[in-house]
Every structure is written in structure tokens, then in C-alpha cells.
């Protein structure tokens, strides 16, 4: 396979067992640390806050990319940056108004951040194609967003096609991120349609050996 960055999610491992999770993480050389958070609302589930996450970072060096799957993320840019994200990703299917996404996403690329949209499994590569020139990643979620553990949506892997083929035809160098039931079986098949960042939740968590799995997933 490519070379492909590994990002651990925190979603399937418990905030009590997180710090010892993160030390195997580094010893893994996982690269991003993909930390979701959900408010209850725009998805079927609710997890940690920014000040969880502020506890977080400060137990790791990996790259924190955030995914705020929540109403109204413009509004909680500000409190996650100074939690200490380096990356976040919000929702295409979060905004009312086109307009007010452009906007959120100038603003976020003004407070310094990597600029990532994410998109749920009905929404097409077309949809976005003109935001695609704003962001440093689009994140395509291969499940349902809202819990782990879910099967791998294999139409996924056309989308993921679709968004490297609209990459090179628009000269564009955004990330492709991917995220919802990668595991060692179907890793290869989603770097090879073009992931270059696979997110792995319930998958690594659950693993005999953590350490090889992340091995077996860079490939």
C-alpha cells in the first residue's frame, strides 16, 4: 500500500483507560489522534467536551484533528483550538446556509487551523466540489456518524475515487480522510482508492496487539 497516516480514534476506548491507550499509541507511531466529538443533536450520541479534550492533549504529541459532529460548530471553534486542536472538521450537513459554511471555513483557516469537511455517507463528492479549494482535508465518513463499531459502507470506496480524481483534475492538495469501519481487511482497498488518512476505532481498540495492528494498517 501507499503510504498512509493511521489515526486512532477515541471513541471506542473509555476516558478512564485513555492515558494508557495514548502511551501504546505512541509506541505505535500512530500519526493523528482523531478525537470525535458528538453534542447529542447532530448525531444519536454525545461524548467528551473541550475541556476533556484539553486533558487529552496534554498527554500526547500525536496531532489532535478534532471532528465536531455538532449543530453549530462556528460556535465552538474558539474553545477546541484553545483545548489544543490542531485540525478540525466540521459537517457540510451542519449548515443551513452555503454562505455561513464559506464563511466558517475562511475563519477557520484565519485562527490557523487545518481545515477539514467532513461529509456523511448520502452526500456526494459534487456537492462540495467548490468548497474543495478552501480545505486542507475532506473527510468522508464510511458509516453512519453517531457510534462505533459499524460496518464499513463499501460504496464508500467510489467516493473516495471520485474525491483523488477531482483532486488532480482541479490541482488541489487537500487530504482524503477516512472514517467508519477500517480495519486490517478492507485497509487496503481504501488506501488504494486513494485514502491518505485512515481513521480506526473499535478495530485497533479491540486488538490483541495494538502495537502490529497500527503495523499492519500503515501497511
Keep these: ?102 464563511d466558517t471555513l475562511k475563519i477557520m483557516r484565519n485562527l490557523g487551523l487545518k481545515v477539514g469537511l467532513a461529509i456523511k455517507p448520502n452526500t456526494t463528492i459534487n456537492e462540495v466540489s467548490t468548497l474543495l479549494s478552501l480545505i486542507d482535508v475532506l473527510l468522508i465518513m464510511s458509516v453512519e456518524p453517531g457510534f462505533g463499531g459499524q460496518k464499513f459502507i463499501l460504496g464508500t470506496l467510489t467516493k473516495i475515487m471520485e474525491a483523488k480524481r477531482m483532486r488532480e483534475e482541479k490541482g488541489l492538495h487537500y487530504l482524503i480522510e477516512v472514517d467508519g469501519g477500517i480495519n486490517i481487511d478492507n485497509a487496503r482497498a481504501v488506501v488504494g482508492a486513494g485514502a491518505d488518512v485512515m481513521v480506526c476505532g473499535s478495530a485497533l481498540y479491540k486488538a490483541e496487539n495494538r502495537i502490529e495492528y497500527v503495523a499492519k494498517l500503515k501497511g
Excluded at 62 to 74: A, K, Q, S
Design 1 to 102: 500500500m501507499a503510504k498512509v497516516l493511521v489515526a486512532p480514534s477515541t471513541l471506542a476506548c473509555p476516558l478512564v483507560e485513555m492515558t494508557d491507550y495514548l502511551q501504546v499509541l505512541k509506541t505505535a507511531n500512530a500519526d493523528w489522534l482523531h478525537c470525535d466529538i458528538m453534542d447529542g443533536k447532530f448525531v444519536p450520541n454525545k461524548t467528551f467536551d473541550d475541556i476533556t479534550l484539553s486533558l487529552i492533549t496534554k498527554k500526547t504529541d500525536l496531532y489532535i484533528d478534532v471532528h465536531l459532529m455538532v449543530e453549530r460548530p462556528r460556535l465552538l471553534l474558539s474553545r477546541y483550538i484553545r483545548a489544543g486542536a490542531q485540525g478540525i472538521s466540521i459537517h457540510y450537513e451542519a449548515f443551513k446556509s452555503r454562505l455561513e459554511l464559506i
